[in-house]
């Protein structure tokens, strides 16, 4: 079962920052954050993911609190094609993925 | 992207019949997996690959097996496909790192309908 909380939808301005928030209380000490997305039809996308410092790549910015029970994932600038289901994930060292429902992200013109 | 290439992309077929999906990979990640994705189930684990020819049971195992033969290619295999298997199945590849590091590529998916 999914270890992460996220709401289910969020609408966002394009050209605005989106930042969706990740609750995971449960998670342990030496497991990582995962951001994934899914455009309607296509495999999942990795984003990115952090351990316990705030990430950055080409596509977005993590950033995780202290305790590390939660996190937001940051699109700086969205653009309709960042219209997607948002997935937060603790923990991918075992040999798996535990996908929940997700984020519905919809960026609107 | 990663290098995954899921074969067929759609495929309908008729119950009872065997229905093997191919995934193929170019990156030589060491870990291989199965994922089924439903309405209201979200996506899981059917079988996962930690190297040539070792493979494990997923959350979801029952009614497929698995083979691998080569680094590269991960087969997934439905004996006698039921209705219940109509779904689509994503291939995933990854290579740990350190720890518990473990980033997941995914492939495109495979619609696969069972009439």
């Known amino acids: 079962d999914a270890k992460t909380t996220q709401p289910t939808s969020m609408d966002c301005a394009e050209g605005r920052a989106a930042n969706l928030p990740c609750n995971h209380s449960?998670?342990?000490?030496?497991?990582?954050v995962y951001w994934y997305r899914q455009i309607h039809s296509q495999g999942p996308q990795y984003i990115i993911h952090?351990?316990?410092n705030n990430e950055t790549n080409e596509m977005a910015s993590l950033i995780i609190t202290e305790d590390r029970k939660s996190s937001t994932l940051i699109l700086p600038h969205a653009t309709l094609r960042d219209t997607a289901v948002y997935y937060c994930?603790?923990?991918?060292?075992?040999?798996?993925?535990?996908f929940g429902t997700g984020t519905r992200l919809t960026v609107i013109p | 992207d990663a290098g995954i290439t899921q074969s067929p992309r759609h495929k309908v077929t008729e119950t009872g019949t065997p229905v093997t999906l191919r995934c193929h990979q170019t990156?030589?990640?060491?870990?291989m997996y199965w994922y089924r994705q439903d309405p209201g189930h979200g996506l899981r684990l059917i079988h996962y690959?930690?190297?040539?020819?070792?493979?494990d049971k997923g959350e979801v195992s029952d009614g497929y097996s698995v083979s691998r033969s080569k680094t590269e290619d991960f087969l997934l295999t439905l004996e006698s496909a039921t209705s219940s298997q109509t779904s689509v199945y994503f291939c995933?590849?990854?290579?740990?790192?350190?720890?518990?590091?473990?980033?997941?590529?995914f492939g495109e998916g495979s619609w696969l309908t069972v009439v």
């Open positions: 994930i603790d923990g991918a060292g075992a040999n798996n993925l535990f």
């Open positions: 995933a590849i990854s290579e740990r790192a350190q720890g518990l590091e473990n980033t997941i590529y």
């Open positions: 952090g351990l316990k």
């Open positions: 990156e030589n990640h060491r870990y």
């Open positions: 690959s930690y190297g040539v020819k070792d493979t």
């Open positions: 449960t998670i342990s000490g030496n497991e990582y």
